[in-house]
């Protein structure tokens, strides 16, 4: 995909070590290959927390998603985001302002960092999908926002 570059500030930047390969909203998402280590052993997939934008405060798994079937449905009004797509292929979908982004994750080997106020969810294209997300903010409901907050602003 291309890269879009706009003037909008940005709170979140990607680390030195992980200059994105694409970014939209002004930097507010970007996609970055991962460093996948193949062998007979199998894969090993290392992610260092100092590599990442953000220090993760939590970090959290969603599997068992029925193929076709749509998760998140929001932004977070503070906090950043890096999804990890472990296996299968997960379709992200993510609107700031009046824009309108998409990208497909698969099988380790890219990641993508979603700032705040990015509205985005996600569907599962595959049976076994599984993706991981750190997150720099503990869990809280209330500062989620819909994507009719969003429009609303």
Not at 10 to 28: D, L, M, N, Y
Request: aromatic fraction near 10%; include cysteine.
């Amino acid at each position: 995909m291309p890269s879009i570059s706009s003037n909008e500030p940005t709170r979140s930047r990607p680390a030195e070590s992980w200059s994105s390969e694409w970014s939209c909203f002004g930097g507010r998402a970007w996609r970055k290959g991962m460093h996948l280590h193949r062998d007979e052993r199998g894969t090993l997939l290392p992610l260092e927390f100092s590599d990442l934008p953000f220090t993760p405060c939590r970090a959290f798994i969603v599997s068992e998603v029925p193929t076709g079937k749509v998760r998140g449905r929001h932004a977070h009004r503070d906090g950043d985001q890096f999804l990890v797509c472990l296996a299968g292929r997960v379709l992200v979908d993510m609107r700031y302002q009046e824009r309108h982004e998409q990208c497909v994750l698969e099988d380790g080997s890219e990641g993508l960092f979603i700032g705040s106020g990015v509205w985005a969810q996600q569907t599962y294209l595959e049976e076994g999908s599984m993706l991981l997300v750190f997150a720099s903010v503990p869990y809280e409901r209330d500062v989620l926002l819909d994507i009719r907050d969003l429009s609303a602003n």
